[in-house]
Nanobody
Framework: QVQLEESGGGLVQAGGSLRLSCAASVRTYSNYVKAWFRQAPGKEREFVAVIGWNGVIIKYADSAKGRFTISRDNAKNTVYLQMNSLKPEDTAVYYC???????????????????WGQGTQVTVSS
């Protein structure tokens, strides 16, 4: 079973940047679809970005467009989320997730993903 481990979270001022990483423990899953979700206190987990196995398919939530960039390095079994121009409303626990295939109709749904990391806290101060 694949394990996903996020890193790179922390405290940053508004307007700052962070780069999250998500490493998969099993190389076999390096070609899985990978996504980032986030969950703020008292809110449901929400989609942030997804990337297909070869990086061709990429989708963002409206809140992430123009500020966040998802990328992956299959040789390192790692997916990244570069977050720029951070806002206080970006404060949340960020989760990495993996699925076997990309679905154009459900890629933004949590139930689409088989594997999840434990999450990394991102806090943006005003």
């Amino acid at each position: 079973q694949v394990q996903l481990e996020e890193s790179g979270g922390g405290l940053v001022q508004a307007g700052g940047s962070l780069r999250l990483s998500c490493a998969a423990s099993v190389r076999t899953y390096s070609n899985y679809v990978k996504a980032w979700f986030r969950q703020a206190p008292g809110k449901e987990r929400e989609f942030v970005a997804v990337i297909g196995w070869n990086g061709v398919i990429i989708k963002y939530a409206d809140s992430a467009k123009g500020r966040f960039t998802i990328s992956r390095d299959n040789a390192k079994n790692t997916v990244y989320l570069q977050m720029n121009s951070l806002k206080p409303e970006d404060t949340a626990v960020y989760y990495c997730a993996a699925a076997g295939t990309f679905s154009s109709g459900t890629y933004y749904r949590t139930e689409r993903y088989y594997y999840w990391g434990q999450g990394t806290q991102v806090t943006v101060s005003s």
